[in-house]
C-alpha cells in the first residue's frame, strides 16, 4: 500500500468515526427539541400575563413532566413562583434554566435579584461547587460538546492536510499539539462542570440543619430560602448536606431538590 492510500484509508476512518460523533450531537438536539408543547407553552404564557400564576406553574409543570424542557419553560416558572412570594422554587428554576442559557441577561439579573429577596450573599451564592476552578459557567454542556466536536474535526483534517502535504515533522507536531492541547481544555472544561453540578440541589424554604438525622437533634446552622446546597448522603428521610462555606448538616428530603 502506497503512502496515500494509507493516508486515505486513515482519513476515511477517521471522518467516520468524526461523523458518528456528529450525528450523535445531532440526535441529541433532536431529543430535546421543542415540538409538540408549543400549544401548551403558549396557554401557560397567556395564564401569566393573566396573572394567574397558579395555571401558569401547572402549565410548565405539565410540560417538564412530559420529559420536554428548555432555558425559558424553566425561566417563566421561576417567574411564576418569584410571583407567588416562593422565593426557593424561584431560585431552583433560575437555576436550572441557568444550565441551558448560561448567557442570558435578564435570567442572571433575575436570580440575582431574588437571591437578594431572600437574603443572600449574591457573590458567595456565584461560586459553583467547591472550589474557583469549578466557576465554568460560560457555556453550556450541550455547547461544550459541540466544540469538542467541532475541534475533533479541526485535528482531522490538520492531520490529514500536514500528511498529504508533508509537513516537515516539528511543524506537524507544533500545530496537531495546539489543537489536541485546546481539545483538552475543553475537555476539562466539560468534565469540571459535570462535577461541579453533581449532587447540587436547593432549599426551598428557610429551614435549620441539624448536628445529626433526627427532629430533635441540635441545629447547626439556618439556610434561607433558595440556598445552594451539596448532598453529601442519604438516610431515610434525612440528607446530610454541605454548605458553600464547607459547614454541613442533616436537614429533611423533602425541602430541597437537585438543579
Same mark, same amino acid.
Given at each position: 500500500?502506497?503512502?496515500?492510500?494509507?493516508?486515505?484509508?486513515?482519513?476515511?476512518?477517521?471522518?467516520?468515526?468524526?461523523?458518528?460523533?456528529?450525528?450523535?450531537?445531532?440526535?441529541?438536539?433532536?431529543?430535546?427539541?421543542?415540538?409538540?408543547?408549543?400549544?401548551?407553552?403558549?396557554?401557560?404564557?397567556?395564564?401569566?400575563? #393573566?396573572?394567574?400564576?397558579? !395555571?401558569?406553574?401547572?402549565?410548565? @409543570?405539565? %410540560?417538564?413532566?412530559?420529559?420536554?424542557?428548555? +432555558?425559558? &419553560?424553566?425561566?417563566?416558572?421561576?417567574?411564576?413562583?418569584?410571583?407567588?412570594?416562593?422565593?426557593?422554587?424561584?431560585?431552583?428554576?433560575?437555576?436550572?434554566?441557568?444550565?441551558?442559557?448560561?448567557?442570558?441577561?435578564?435570567?442572571?439579573?433575575?436570580?440575582?435579584?431574588?437571591?437578594?429577596?431572600?437574603?443572600?450573599?449574591?457573590?458567595?451564592?456565584?461560586?459553583?461547587?467547591?472550589? #474557583?476552578?469549578?466557576?465554568? !459557567?460560560?457555556?453550556?454542556?450541550? @455547547?461544550? %460538546?459541540?466544540?469538542?466536536?467541532?475541534?475533533? +474535526?479541526? &485535528?482531522?483534517?490538520?492531520?490529514?492536510?500536514?500528511?498529504?502535504?508533508?509537513?516537515?515533522?516539528?511543524?506537524?507536531?507544533?500545530?496537531?499539539?495546539?489543537?489536541?492541547?485546546?481539545?483538552?481544555?475543553?475537555?476539562?472544561?466539560?468534565?469540571?462542570?459535570?462535577?461541579?453540578?453533581?449532587?447540587?440541589?436547593?432549599?426551598?424554604?428557610?429551614?435549620?440543619?441539624?448536628?445529626?438525622?433526627?427532629?430533635?437533634?441540635?441545629?447547626?446552622?439556618?439556610?434561607?430560602?433558595?440556598?445552594?446546597?451539596?448532598?453529601?448522603?442519604?438516610?431515610?428521610?434525612?440528607?446530610?448536606?454541605?454548605?458553600?462555606?464547607?459547614?454541613?448538616?442533616?436537614?429533611?428530603?423533602?425541602?430541597?431538590?437537585?438543579?
Amino acid at each position: 500500500m502506497t503512502q496515500y492510500s494509507r493516508i486515505l484509508v486513515s482519513g476515511v476512518a477517521i471522518v467516520i468515526i468524526w461523523a458518528w460523533l456528529l450525528g450523535s450531537c445531532l440526535a441529541q438536539d433532536t431529543l430535546s427539541s421543542f415540538e409538540g408543547i408549543s400549544a401548551k407553552f403558549t396557554a401557560a404564557n397567556i395564564a401569566y400575563k #393573566a396573572q394567574d400564576y397558579t !395555571r401558569a406553574i401547572e402549565g410548565y @409543570e405539565a %410540560i417538564l413532566k412530559s420529559g420536554k424542557e428548555s +432555558g425559558a &419553560i424553566y425561566y417563566n416558572l421561576g417567574n411564576s413562583y418569584f410571583k407567588q412570594g416562593e422565593l426557593g422554587r424561584a431560585i431552583l428554576n433560575y437555576e436550572r434554566a441557568r444550565r441551558l442559557m448560561p448567557r442570558d441577561a435578564d435570567l442572571n439579573f433575575n436570580l440575582q435579584y431574588v437571591r437578594q429577596r431572600a437574603g443572600q450573599d449574591t457573590v458567595q451564592s456565584e461560586v459553583l461547587g467547591w472550589g #474557583a476552578v469549578r466557576q465554568v !459557567r460560560w457555556a453550556t454542556q450541550r @455547547e461544550i %460538546i459541540w466544540m469538542l466536536v467541532v475541534m475533533g +474535526g479541526f &485535528i482531522i483534517a490538520g492531520h490529514l492536510w500536514s500528511l498529504w502535504g508533508r509537513w516537515q515533522y516539528r511543524l506537524r507536531r507544533v500545530v496537531i499539539g495546539i489543537l489536541v492541547a485546546l481539545w483538552f481544555v475543553g475537555a476539562t472544561a466539560l468534565v469540571v462542570q459535570v462535577q461541579a453540578q453533581d449532587n447540587l440541589a436547593i432549599v426551598f424554604t428557610a429551614s435549620e440543619a441539624r448536628f445529626e438525622p433526627h427532629p430533635d437533634s441540635t441545629t447547626h446552622f439556618s439556610l434561607a430560602p433558595g440556598a445552594r446546597v451539596h448532598i453529601l448522603k442519604r438516610e431515610d428521610n434525612w440528607a446530610k448536606v454541605e454548605r458553600l462555606d464547607g459547614r454541613a448538616g442533616w436537614i429533611m428530603q423533602s425541602i430541597f431538590e437537585l438543579i
